[in-house]
């Protein structure tokens, strides 16, 4: 979620983020996803902060719980990706995403001229 959407915001040369949190609303306020999912990108952004800088002392349940609820932001999100690809791009791409219950097994990105691209 970060590093995507760092990348979005520097192609469209917006606002530079000061720090991951202003991520969500830099990407909102470009439509590139709706405002309404600030909030669970900001709570998703706020975990990974919390593995990366407390792993020493991080709660099992909690990350637990974390996976249990709210992965599906993670699913989201690359749905909000998909829309804002297929809207910015000039030639129209039918993108297929398989997604697992903990990890995306893979990306497949046709064009309407029969070229794909796995990733």
Known sequence: MIDIGNEI???LQLQRPKGYQDIP????????IPEGFTNAMISTIGFR??????YASINLELVYEFLQTRLENFQEFIR?????????????YQLKVRVSSFSFQAIKIESSTGSSTNL
């Open 9 to 11: 915001i520097s192609s």
């Open 25 to 32: 609303y830099i990407l909102a306020r470009s439509y590139t």
């Open 49 to 54: 902060n919390l593995l990366v800088h407390d």
């Open 80 to 92: 909000y990706m998909i829309k804002w690809l297929q809207k910015m791009s000039p030639t129209p």
